[in-house]
C-alpha cells in the first residue's frame, strides 16, 4: 500500500517527537473501524482516545498520536507525541493540504452537503484520482482527519464543512484552502445558534475565507439570501459563479419518475442533460451545482454530466429500497424511501415532493389499493419557531397527492393538529412508539417516507419496517 505518513513527515508537521520510525497507510480515530498500518489519533472526546491506544497497537497500528505514553503501553511503542492530539490532527491536515498539488473544492450548505459531496465523487473520480471524507466528517475534528487522510498526489479532493454556531466554517475553510468554494442552499437548520436566515447566510458564505488567489465561489442564485452570499463572495475578491433558475449554470426542465430525475441544463451555449438514478428535484439543483464546480475546478463538465447516473444516495438521504412485508404475496413489498438523517423545513418539503410523484402499485396488499404514506419525525435545531415551522408543513402543497401522514414527537404533534382529518394518520410521543406500531400502517403495495432529524430517532422506524422482511 502507499505510505501516507512516514515518521519523519509527521513529525515535521507537528513538531512532536516520536518514539520510533514508522509509516503509515491511514489515519484513524476509531478502534472499531482501524486497519492495520494506519495512524491512531487518540481524541478526547466522550471517551479519551489515551485509553484504546493499545487495543490500537494491538490490531495493527502504525503509531498512536498521543500526548503521553497511556497506561499499558509498552515503552517501545511507536507513538507521536505531541502537546495536543486535536491540535496535533489539524498540523497534520495542514501538511498534508501544503503538500499536494489537488484541485480541492469545500462544499457548505443547509441542505445537501453530503449528497453532493458524494455527487462530485461520482462526478470526479473517472477525471482523476478524487479524495472525499467516506461520512460526513464535516465539524472541527472532521475537517482535518479528512485532510490528514489526504493522498499528496490525487488530482481532485472534496472537502464538506459544516456548522452548528458561528464562526466554524470560516476556519476550517482557511485550514482548507480551496480552490472552488460552494454553497448548496441557505434554509432553516441551526436556527437556534443564529437570529435568522441572513445570520444563516453570513455564516455559509463564509466558506470563502479560505479561497486561493483566483479561487471561485459557486453560489445558489435562487435564494432569498443570494445577495448575502454574493456580497461576501465579493469582499474576498472570489471568481463569482451562479447556478440555478437564474444562475449562469442554469437548472431547465426537469422530469421526475419513480426511479430517476433527469435534468437539462445550459451555460453559456452550452447544453448538458443529466441523468440521476433517484427521484427528486432537489437533487436536480445539487447536479447543476456540480457541474458549475467541475467547471471550476477544470475538470470535464460534460463528463461529470455523464458520471453523475453512477451516483446514489448516502444513506438516509433519500435512498430507496425495496422491503418485503407480505412473503405470501407476489409483489408483497413497499417501496421505502429512507430520509431519516436529517430534516428541516426546505428538505421536508423536497422529500414529500418525492413521495407525491412516487407511484404505489394497486392489487397486491390487503387493502388492495397502494398508498403514498409519510412517517415524520421532529425536526430540530429550529429555534424559538419550531412548533410554527412544524405546524406550516400542513400547506405543503405535495400533501394534497398523499394517503396518510403519521407523525412521531412532541414537535410533530404541531402538524399532526394542523393535518386535515382525511391525512391524519396515528401521532405517537416517540419514534420508537410509532416504530412498534408500523406492522399495522403499512401494507404491500405502498410507497413509504421516512423522514425527520438525526436527533429524533425516526431512524428506527426504519429499522422496524426492514425487519419486517426478516420476520
Given amino acids: 500500500m502507499t505510505v501516507l505518513w512516514t515518521s519523519a513527515d509527521a513529525v515535521a508537521a507537528t513538531g512532536g517527537t516520536t518514539t520510533a520510525d514508522w509509516q503509515a497507510q491511514g489515519v484513524s480515530i476509531d478502534t472499531r473501524t482501524i486497519q492495520p498500518g494506519d495512524l491512531f489519533v487518540a481524541l ?89 471524507a467516506e461520512a460526513s466528517y464535516n465539524n472541527h475534528w472532521g475537517v482535518p482527519l479528512t485532510l490528514a487522510r489526504m493522498p499528496a498526489d490525487c488530482t481532485y479532493a472534496v472537502i464538506e464543512i459544516g456548522m452548528s454556531n458561528p464562526g466554524e466554517i470560516a476556519p476550517l475553510s482557511q485550514l482548507t484552502r480551496p480552490h472552488v468554494s460552494l454553497v448548496t442552499t441557505v434554509a432553516a437548520a441551526h436556527l437556534e445558534a443564529f437570529e435568522n436566515l441572513a445570520g444563516i447566510a453570513h455564516e455559509k458564505a463564509s466558506i470563502v475565507a479560505g479561497l486561493t488567489a483566483g479561487g471561485t465561489a459557486v453560489l445558489n442564485a435562487d435564494l432569498d439570501t443570494s445577495d448575502i452570499l454574493r456580497d461576501v463572495a465579493a469582499q474576498s475578491g472570489a471568481e463569482i459563479v451562479t447556478f ?56 470535464d463538465p460534460a463528463q461529470s454530466a455523464m458520471n453523475l447516473g453512477q451516483w446514489l444516495p448516502p444513506q438516509g438521504r433519500g435512498t430507496r429500497e425495496q422491503v418485503i412485508v407480505d412473503e405470501g404475496q407476489d409483489g408483497g413489498t413497499i417501496d421505502l424511501i429512507d430520509d431519516a438523517f436529517n430534516a428541516n423545513p426546505t428538505s421536508m418539503t423536497a422529500a414529500l415532493e418525492v413521495l407525491a410523484a412516487s407511484t404505489p402499485r394497486d392489487g397486491v396488499g390487503l387493502i388492495q389499493t397502494g398508498r403514498r404514506i409519510a412517517i415524520l419525525g421532529d425536526m430540530l435545531e429550529l429555534g424559538p419557531d419550531e412548533i410554527q415551522m412544524h405546524a406550516d408543513l400542513a400547506d405543503c402543497p405535495h400533501l394534497a397527492a398523499l394517503t396518510t401522514v403519521h407523525c412521531a414527537g412532541p414537535r410533530m404533534r404541531a402538524l399532526f393538529d394542523a393535518l386535515p382529518a382525511d391525512l391524519r394518520g396515528q401521532w405517537t410521543p416517540q419514534a420508537d412508539d410509532m416504530a412498534d406500531a408500523v406492522m399495522g400502517l403499512i401494507d404491500a403495495g405502498d410507497v413509504v417516507l421516512v423522514k425527520g432529524s438525526k436527533g429524533s430517532q425516526v431512524s428506527r422506524v426504519v429499522d422496524a419496517i426492514r425487519k419486517l422482511g426478516h420476520r
Fill in 44 to 132: 478526547t472526546a466522550a471517551r479519551d482516545g489515551h485509553d484504546f491506544v493499545a487495543q490500537a497497537l494491538e490490531k495493527g497500528a502504525a503509531a498512536a498520536l498521543v500526548t503521553h505514553r497511556p497506561a499499558g503501553v509498552a515503552d517501545d511503542a511507536p507513538l507521536l507525541i505531541v502537546d495536543d492530539v486535536l491540535g496535533g490532527l489539524v498540523d497534520l491536515a495542514r501538511f498534508a493540504r501544503a503538500r499536494t498539488a489537488a484541485r480541492i473544492v469545500a462544499v457548505t450548505g443547509s441542505v445537501g452537503k453530503t449528497s453532493t459531496k458524494e455527487m462530485l465523487r461520482a462526478a470526479l473520480a473517472p477525471q482523476g484520482a478524487t479524495h472525499a
Fill in 244 to 299: 440555478g433558475t437564474s444562475g449562469d449554470w442554469r437548472v431547465g426542465d426537469v422530469r421526475i419518475t419513480d426511479a430517476a430525475t433527469i435534468i437539462e441544463a445550459r451555460h453559456a451555449e452550452t447544453a448538458y442533460l443529466c441523468k440521476l438514478s433517484v427521484p427528486g428535484r432537489h437533487f436536480a439543483m445539487n447536479a447543476v451545482a456540480v457541474l458549475a464546480v467541475s467547471d471550476a475546478l477544470g475538470a
